[in-house]
C-alpha cells in the first residue's frame, strides 16, 4: 500500500487562496490515479479532484474553475491548488491513491475505487 501524508492545510478568509500537497511513499505513486476528497461536518466524503497518470483530471462541479489538481511523479507528490475559496469549501481533506490508471477511462472520483487514504488536513475558510 501507499503512505500518504497531507499539508498545507490551514484557515483562510473567503476568496483566499491555499495549496495543499501529499507526500507519497511506494513505487506505485506514478502508475495510479490519485485524488482528494473531503468531508465537512455532518456530511459524507466526496470526491473533489481526480488526477490519472496521464495527467487527465477530474473534477466535482463546485469546484471547476477553482481549484488545480497537479502531480509531481518524480517527487512522489500530489497538489491541490485552491483559489477563490468559499465558506462552503470548509472540510477535512484528504489526498488517496487508487488503482492503476487505465487510457481508455478518465480518472475516477469514486471513493470505493481509493484503497490508500491519508490523515488528512483541516481547511477553514471563514468570512
Known amino acids: 500500500q501507499v503512505q500518504l501524508v497531507e499539508s498545507g492545510g490551514g484557515s483562510v478568509q473567503s476568496g483566499g487562496s491555499l495549496r495543499l500537497s501529499c507526500a507519497a511513499s511506494g513505487s506505485t505513486f506514478g502508475s495510479n490515479d490519485m485524488g482528494w476528497f473531503r468531508q465537512a461536518p455532518g456530511k459524507g466524503r466526496e470526491g473533489v479532484a481526480c488526477?490519472?497518470?496521464?495527467?487527465?483530471?477530474t473534477y466535482t462541479d463546485s469546484v471547476k474553475g477553482r481549484f488545480t489538481i497537479s502531480r509531481d511523479n518524480a517527487k512522489n507528490t500530489l497538489y491541490l491548488q485552491m483559489n477563490s475559496l468559499k465558506l462552503e469549501d470548509t472540510a477535512s481533506y484528504y489526498c488517496a491513491a487508487g488503482s492503476k490508471s487505465i487510457l481508455l477511462r478518465l480518472p475516477s472520483c469514486r471513493e470505493n475505487e481509493y484503497t490508500s487514504w491519508g490523515q488528512g488536513t483541516q481547511v477553514t475558510v471563514s468570512s
Open positions: 488526477i490519472d497518470r496521464f495527467g487527465r483530471t
